[in-house]
């Protein structure tokens, strides 16, 4: 709910399109692609769970490697991930893996 509250005023106030990943989840790929080629920011919802959820990962790491604008919406609920999580979660070794 607040996600797309944020992306509705986002597109009213500026009246260009906010693209939100919700809507694109079927596969992952060319949401990957969307993040890598289509936008100009992220906006970065953080929850407890948001980078639990691997597309969500997945997007921050690529906006990274991209050098996409990244903003981040922290929640109350947000907890900053720990070293023994970053780890767990492979994310750095998709990082050296990649080829951007």
Request: with cysteine; proline share 4%; net charge negative.
């Amino acid at each position: 709910g607040q996600a797309r509250y944020i992306q509705l005023t986002l597109v009213q106030m500026t009246g260009k399109g906010c693209f939100i990943d919700s809507d694109h989840l079927a596969n992952l790929d060319t949401l990957f692609d969307i993040v890598r080629s289509k936008i100009r920011y992220l906006i970065v919802y953080l929850t407890i769970d948001t980078l639990k959820r691997p597309w969500c990962a997945g997007e921050v790491t690529i906006a990274y490697l991209t050098h996409k604008r990244a903003i981040p919406v922290q929640t109350a609920s947000f907890v900053p991930p720990t070293d023994d999580f970053v780890v767990a979660s492979h994310i750095l070794e998709y990082i050296v893996q990649s080829d951007f």
